[in-house]
């Protein structure tokens, strides 16, 4: 094994630790528990500058985070048919482009490809690492000074055999960070947060002789436990896929063949990514009724913002979209941030299933003390729709399943439980046009 390979790397960090006692489902729980702590973290911190090490793959995906922090990627040579040298993506200077900046580096065979991820910025320094063999796997955290410190160097060292001239940018970046400062409560306080957000984010088998009614619910519960560990797993691998892909699509020697299929898998990784982000919500609504805390938002700007992403949706399933919003609208009360993934998430619900040459008309227009918002379906010269969601059946109590089309949805009563807690009334009719109301905000005093 080279001094210098990543395997070295990951003994550094696992250094006075003792061997691990997972299989590899069970660390890999501990893994995206421990990103998700991390970055957490990082955007607690308001975290503006720092650097990243990431093999085999980038390991964060907060999109704030992948904009401010300089990443270095560690990946396959078979990842894609670009060379490394030509996956350098711009990353000095005060100009940070929008999405993910890192440098692209080969992965060799010794290096493995369990995951790993360093991150230094002044007030957070942090390792992560998987490590051991299998059923003796482990994973490890180290955010100690000598630890880190060594490990850097052993990164340095490699790179330096690699590339000078990286070598020396690296540690120009370092350098540039100034002093670092860490928090000495933060090995004490990780491993408690991780326990605790494994209890609602992973997955649990019970053993049950007998089921009685309040056994039925913690089995719902379990239920409830399990899909939003599906999701999660689902989407944090679409948003790397996602990131690597705009990567991509800032250079400019791509044919114009590969930039159009990569847009569309683009598109399509959003719209899972947000598809999946809503059942998530829902699951967490159904264990854990929150009273959201609701704002002034301008329905009508919303929907005109997010017109030409839903146009572009639409038309890639041959269907149409006229918006009609009335003009000097007020504004509503609802949650901004999670309302625009939701009304997307209508969008789709409805024009699933729906034959080419359908158009759908959305209509935002007063209503009294609230603003009435309408999704109508106006079918074309083709046949009807015989996924028209007469015949859906129900999964659980989060999701149905339209037999007709083979595709999983939230059920009608999440997406009104989901609407409700947005401040919207929701109102659904058999034939698909569906109808949300949104209470007006107090006038400004």
Request: hydrophobic residues 35%.
């Amino acid at each position: 094994m080279s001094d210098n390979s990543l395997q070295a790397l990951r003994q550094c960090l696992a250094r006075d630790r003792r061997p691990g006692a997972c299989d590899e489902s069970g660390v890999r729980r501990l893994w995206w528990g421990a990103l998700e702590i991390l970055q957490e973290e990082l955007l607690d911190r308001d975290a503006q500058e720092g650097i990243w090490l990431a093999s085999p793959l980038p390991a964060l995906y907060e999109p704030e985070l992948l904009a401010r922090l300089q990443g270095w990627v560690l990946a396959p040579e078979n990842l894609d048919r670009f060379s490394p040298s030509h996956a350098v993506l711009p990353g000095s200077g005060g100009h940070r482009p929008e999405g993910m900046s890192f440098r692209r580096l080969p992965l060799h065979p010794e290096d493995g490809l369990d995951p790993l991820l360093i991150v230094i910025t002044p007030t957070l320094q942090v390792a992560l690492a998987i490590h051991g063999d299998q059923d003796r796997r482990q994973l490890l955290m180290r955010c100690d000074h000598d630890t880190l410190g060594d490990a850097l160097s052993l990164f340095g060292t490699r790179l330096q055999g690699q590339s000078p001239d990286l070598a020396e940018a690296l540690r120009t970046q370092l350098n540039g960070l100034g002093p670092l400062h860490s928090d000495p409560q933060l090995d004490q306080q990780f491993w408690p947060r991780l326990a605790e957000k494994l209890t609602v984010t992973a997955p649990s088998l019970t053993l049950q002789p007998t089921q009685s009614s309040s056994e039925s619910n913690q089995e719902s519960s379990h239920d409830l436990t399990l899909l939003e560990a599906i999701t999660h797993e689902v989407r944090t691998p679409l948003a790397t896929i996602r990131t690597l892909i705009r990567s991509l699509l800032r250079r400019d020697d791509l044919p114009a063949v590969v930039q159009q299929r990569l847009r569309q898998i683009d598109g399509e990784c959003s719209e899972q990514i947000d598809r999946f982000g809503l059942i998530f919500h829902a699951a967490e609504l159904q264990r854990q009724p929150e009273g959201t805390q609701l704002a002034r938002t301008d329905l009508g700007s919303i929907l005109c913002s997010l017109e030409p992403i839903w146009r572009d949706q639409l038309e890639r399933r041959q269907l149409s979209l006229t918006l009609d919003v009335q003009p000097d609208l007020p504004d509503v009360l609802s949650d901004p941030g999670r309302l625009e993934p939701m009304l997307g998430g209508l969008i789709d619900r409805v024009s699933r299933g729906l034959p080419g040459g359908t158009g759908l008309r959305l209509e935002l227009q007063p209503a009294g003390a609230r603003l009435k918002l309408q999704l109508l379906v106006q079918m074309g010269d083709g046949p009807a729709s015989t996924g028209s969601g007469l015949s859906t059946e129900q999964v659980g109590t989060v999701l149905s399943w339209d037999p007709a089309t083979g595709s999983l949805q939230l059920s009608q009563s999440a997406t009104r439980q989901l609407m409700a807690s947005l401040g919207g009334r929701y109102h659904a009719r058999r034939d698909r046009d569906l109808t949300v109301f949104f209470p007006v905000a107090p006038s400004a005093t």
